[in-house]
């Protein structure tokens, strides 16, 4: 609404990025005058807090309390051994009641042993101390087995916990470039279900570690008793190792294999259900069913394969043992009935092999989870091994004040490891080598002239200098690398050559967190959280009041549409805020920033979905909450323009013009072609060039080209 109050907009401008922050002296000074009569009160700090991280709520769960091995060439169990190392109390807890309950098991059948032979020997003693004996081991058994098994599944679920933490913490310090070439579906895929393989292979190789212990134990006792009847209890020993290694050589690549099509598989869903509207109205859902059926097909190979390989081993790993109680039973019997041994060791004898079917039954389920969880873990350390290349420098200064001047001195840059298929993303502009940047920051790109070609860089000795509180708009065709400055500025991306200066500082000299935490960016394409709006536009300040949520909503216009919704600002938006408008989500990002309040204030293309009226009162806000603040518009729309002190003409990664809009449109040819290929939006805008200033643009372009000239004469305010 243009009419919206004064007080409303003192309001919003108030409303500090980061909450955490304590006012200063100098940071009120700062400020706009409208800024420092707002009612937006600064709650106090957190502890726990990063004073430039918008989260101020208190730590409920304490982080990791180790991280993996940085050594690549250890095993994956050695690289892990420090998680699990950190939680001792749960180990020594798990490995004493493991053995104590172990021994335990082991006694059995020696209690047992002695009391047949007491009762076969009729009057030779009284079997109530063997009773008591029994009774007490077995209650023993009980208690040190719960003991065990609570405190190793404890493990297994805080590591599982510890993991996904870190591997998360870890997504969030990478790089943007990161992103770039990986599949969203793939790294869900490793921080889930990978991370669950190796929770269940740490939940249930505890067991099969104490059942093979047993195997030791019982196979130790059987040779105090009689040696010979031992080793026909162990025939088949040497043939379940032999398998066994045969189906561990067998397993691990096809778990390799599995693991990385459940992730393909993933990335397909994720993408089918993230452009459900896309498929849809290219009425694409057969060719995409396809295309996961060939994926599903290609996981079923993988998943039959490693089942058949079960199948084949499985079987003869648990037969063997049977075939040796079988050999033991004949020998045993024939001993017996010869009396050279006696009925309780040959039931003692029976019962140990009975406990040793435990290990080859779980040998197997060892080695197939244990496979699993290998090939997980190397995926997941794929991740974790991952370095960000966007590095804070050791001795990086803290952007505390942040007055907004701005200068690009000769930047060249160009995206990393993307391949070029489109002239007309920027994005796609990638250079084919990698070399070390002149800043010595370690750079993935390469730099123009050094066996690159100049097509392949963006942005190509780009200059520009904006003062404190200027607003600048940046006008080029698509692919002139306007977004990318906005991205550079950010440090989303670290440049090629050349320096990006805010305050007469690099930006490869500052924190990250600093600087991001004074500069707002509202995207053309918003992403919503599936939260309440309340949360979605406080995002960036969760203690916001709701009084300064609505205040920043009204800025935005979204206040109105908010309010008609039936629970206005506690409705959940649906994922990715698709339940709402275009124009209402890009009204929601903006409400966003502006309840941040950020120094430096970036808007690309924000209002691009938002109809003519609805702009014009944004705009009408937008001139309260420009004031004292470094803004750069990014948008064709000449309402949009209207509002910047001065144009900046991009082209070829450069800066071909710079002026005001009228100026420019009498002297620029290309800039008004660049309008005029965007005359759609300008005339939806309600702007109009008049017929003079596009014949004083044809008389300034007589030497142009027939491409460069406009299309149609452009018409719009005087």
């Excluded at 490995?95 to 009729?122: C, F, K, S, W, Y």
């Excluded at 000769?410 to 490891?417: E, K, R, S």
């Excluded at 250079?431 to 050094?450: K, R, Y």
Aim: proline fraction near 5%; charged fraction near 20%; charge should be negative.
């Amino acid at each position: 609404m243009s009419d919206l109050k004064n007080s409303e907009l003192s309001d919003v401008g108030l409303a500090s990025r980061n909450s955490s922050v304590p006012h200063t002296a100098e940071t009120q000074n700062s400020q706009t005058p409208d800024a420092q009569d707002s009612a937006f009160q600064e709650p106090a700090p957190s502890a726990n807090a990063n004073r430039y991280e918008p989260v101020t709520a208190v730590r409920r769960f304490p982080p990791p309390v180790a991280d993996i091995h940085p050594d690549r060439s250890l095993g994956w169990l050695k690289r892990l051994w420090p998680l699990v190392a950190a939680h001792k109390p749960l180990v020594v807890i798990g490995v004493i009641g493991g053995l104590v309950g172990l021994g335990t098991q082991v006694a059995v059948p020696l209690a047992a042993r002695q009391a047949i032979d007491v009762a076969e020997a009729a009057a030779s003693g009284s079997l109530a101390f063997w009773i008591w004996m029994l009774g007490a081991l077995g209650v023993a058994r009980i208690i040190f087995s719960i003991a065990y098994r609570y405190s190793l599944f404890k493990l297994a679920f805080r590591i599982d916990t510890e993991l996904r933490i870190l591997i998360y913490n870890h997504l969030g310090r990478l790089s943007f470039s990161y992103y770039d070439r990986t599949q969203s579906g793939d790294v869900i895929s490793r921080a889930n279900s990978d991370i669950r393989s190796i929770q269940i292979f740490f939940s249930f190789a505890p067991i099969a570690v104490i059942a093979i212990l047993s195997f030791v134990f019982s196979f130790t006792a059987m040779l105090l008793i009689h040696v010979p009847l031992a080793l026909v209890a162990m025939s088949t020993l040497p043939w379940v190792h032999y398998f066994g290694m045969r189906f561990r050589r067998v397993v691990f690549p096809l778990s390799w294999i599995a693991q990385a099509r459940m992730a393909e598989v993933a990335a397909i869903v994720d993408e089918n259900v993230n452009g459900t509207r896309v498929v849809k109205s290219f009425a694409a859902e057969k060719q995409q069913i396809r295309i996961l059926s060939k994926s599903a097909q290609r996981l079923q190979w993988a998943a039959t394969a490693t089942a058949e390989a079960r199948a084949r081993f499985n079987p003869l790993i648990e037969a063997l043992p049977r075939i040796s109680m079988a050999l033991m039973l004949l020998y045993g019997g024939w001993l017996v009935i010869e009396d050279q041994t006696t009925v309780g060791t040959l039931f003692a004898f029976m019962a140990y092999v009975l406990m040793l079917q435990m290990p080859f039954r779980l040998v197997g389920f060892l080695l197939t989870q244990g496979q699993r969880a290998a090939a997980s873990a190397k995926r997941i350390y794929e991740v974790l091994d991952e370095q960000p290349e966007v590095v804070e420098a050791p001795d990086a200064q803290t952007l505390e004040q942040c007055d907004g001047e701005l200068r690009f001195e000769d930047v060249w840059f160009a995206y990393p490891q993307y391949p070029k298929a489109d002239e007309d993303l920027e994005a796609d502009e990638a250079p084919e080598t990698t070399e070390p940047s002149q800043n010595g920051q370690g750079s993935q790109n390469g730099q123009a002239g050094q066996g690159r070609q100049a097509s392949q860089d963006v942005l190509r000795g780009f200059n520009l200098h904006v003062k404190p509180g200027e607003t600048v708009a940046l006008v080029g065709a698509t692919g002139s690398g306007k977004s990318t400055i906005a991205r550079l500025l950010a440090r989303f991306y670290d440049i090629d050559r050349g320096a990006v200066l805010v305050d007469s500082q690099d930006v490869r000299d500052l924190q990250v967190a600093s600087l991001r935490h004074h500069v707002g960016m509202v995207f053309d394409e918003p992403f919503l959280f599936s939260e309440s709006l309340a949360d979605n536009i406080a995002y960036g300040r969760p203690d916001a009041s709701q009084p300064d949520i609505q205040a920043a909503a009204k800025a935005a216009q979204a206040h109105d549409f908010i309010q008609a919704l039936p629970k206005g600002y506690d409705t959940v938006v649906g994922e990715r805020g698709y339940t709402l408008s275009g124009g209402q989500r890009q009204r929601v990002a903006l409400a966003r920033t502006l309840l941040e309040r950020p120094q430096i204030l970036i808007l690309d293309d924000a209002t691009s979905a938002v109809d003519v009226h609805v702009e014009a009162q944004i705009h009408s806000a937008l001139k309260q909450q420009l004031k004292g603040r470094t803004t750069i518009l990014i948008s064709h729309r000449l309402s949009t323009i209207a509002l910047a002190d001065r144009v900046v003409l991009l082209r070829d990664g450069k800066v071909s013009a710079e002026g005001t809009h009228e100026e420019l449109l009498e002297s620029e040819p290309y800039y008004a072609q660049v309008l005029t290929d965007t005359s759609a939006d300008s005339n939806a805008a309600g702007a109009a060039i008049t017929v003079a200033a596009a014949a004083n643009t044809a008389a300034a372009a007589t030497t142009a080209t027939p491409a460069q000239m406009p299309a149609t004469p452009l018409e719009g305010p005087a």
